[in-house]
């Protein structure tokens, strides 16, 4: 078995203003790095677009209509200070969440030990009914229902590396016991969210605030004695990834310190956990990460420790 990695040209035609820092050359990146010989045996796959019905697993009808009557006819249109949607917006944000679910399915059928979905735009500041964030859907979270409601599951772990704190994936997973979600952040930062007393209605929500400055050893450290624990003893079927790259110690948002080293030991960490708790079952899909270069070198040392982990 190897790696899967999922991706949609569709993700390509979400178009943000001139120097907005979620835009297409993201991907465009990502899709360069990967090109490089030693990911020619990559197993690559696209999904069909997600049905509606899949967006409903965390949002109200009312609020996937309100996304899809923002969607201009040309041109841009801002939902927030950070959000924007342009004519192909609907469409990535569909072919994303096929992508995830698409990586989810096979990985749940043994197809492969794990996978990594590239799209955008990301999902993990969206909340149940507001778009914030440069986030339209709950994207992991709408793969964590999936992998409990339609695949049976009893317990998924999502664990959340992205230097912002995932608020959108905790409103949308805190009342739901059967899974835990996990975010490492920079704190304070935007959006405010994640102090360690947020632990959520079900105890389920662990909130790993780092201060700005924050370095790879220290992040590590964090790691081994506050999350691994936790995750161990809920013994999770399956591991989902919002692996975002703007802890990098060059992104532009923010002020953590890691490296291309530091994503290839927590990818080493979590595929650990999964070999011991979920079959081996870890499926990956990117959140942030502004510098481009930092970007695709991040990317690239996450995908290769998956390709070796899952071979």
């Not at 590590?220 to 990834?241: H, M, N, S, Y």
């Not at 499926?283 to 390709?307: F, I």
Request: glycine fraction near 8%; aromatic fraction near 6%.
């Amino acid at each position: 078995m190897s790696t899967l990695f999922f991706t949609d040209p569709a993700c390509l035609t979400h178009v943000t203003p001139q120097g907005h820092p979620e835009r297409v050359e993201r991907l465009r990146a990502i899709l360069t790095a990967l090109e490089a010989p030693e990911f020619a045996g990559l197993d690559r796959r696209q999904a069909p677009p997600a049905p509606e019905a899949e967006l409903l697993r965390c949002h109200p009808a009312a609020y996937v209509a309100q996304i899809r009557a923002s969607i201009p006819a040309e041109g841009s249109h801002q939902l927030d200070p950070d959000t924007w949607v342009s004519p192909g917006s609907w469409d990535a944000a569909l072919a994303g969440v096929g992508a995830l679910n698409g990586a989810l399915d096979a990985v749940m059928a043994g197809e492969a030990r794990n996978a990594f979905a590239a799209i955008r735009p990301p999902g993990h500041h969206a909340e149940t009914a507001t778009p914030m964030g440069f986030c339209l859907f709950g994207t992991i979270a709408i793969a964590a229902k999936r992998a409990l409601d339609h695949h049976g599951l009893s317990r998924v772990a999502v664990l959340d590396f992205d230097v912002h704190h995932g608020n959108g994936t905790q409103d949308l997973l805190q009342h739901e016991p059967r899974a835990l979600f996990v975010s490492s952040h920079q704190f304070p930062l935007w959006p405010g969210t994640g102090r360690a007393e947020e632990t959520g209605p079900h105890g389920n929500i662990l909130n790993l605030p780092l201060p700005p400055g924050t370095e790879g050893p220290a992040f590590r450290q964090a790691w081994e004695e506050t999350v691994f624990p936790r995750v161990a003893a809920f013994d999770p079927q399956l591991i989902l990834v919002s692996a975002g790259f703007d802890a990098h110690r060059d992104d532009p948002l923010a002020q953590l310190n890691l490296t291309e080293a530091d994503f290839s030991w927590i990818t080493h960490r979590l595929c650990d956990l999964a070999d011991a708790h979920a079959g081996g079952r870890v499926v990956s899909v990117l959140e942030g990460g502004y510098n481009l270069d930092a970007l695709a070198a991040s990317t690239a040392a996450h995908v290769r420790v998956l390709r070796e982990r899952g071979a």
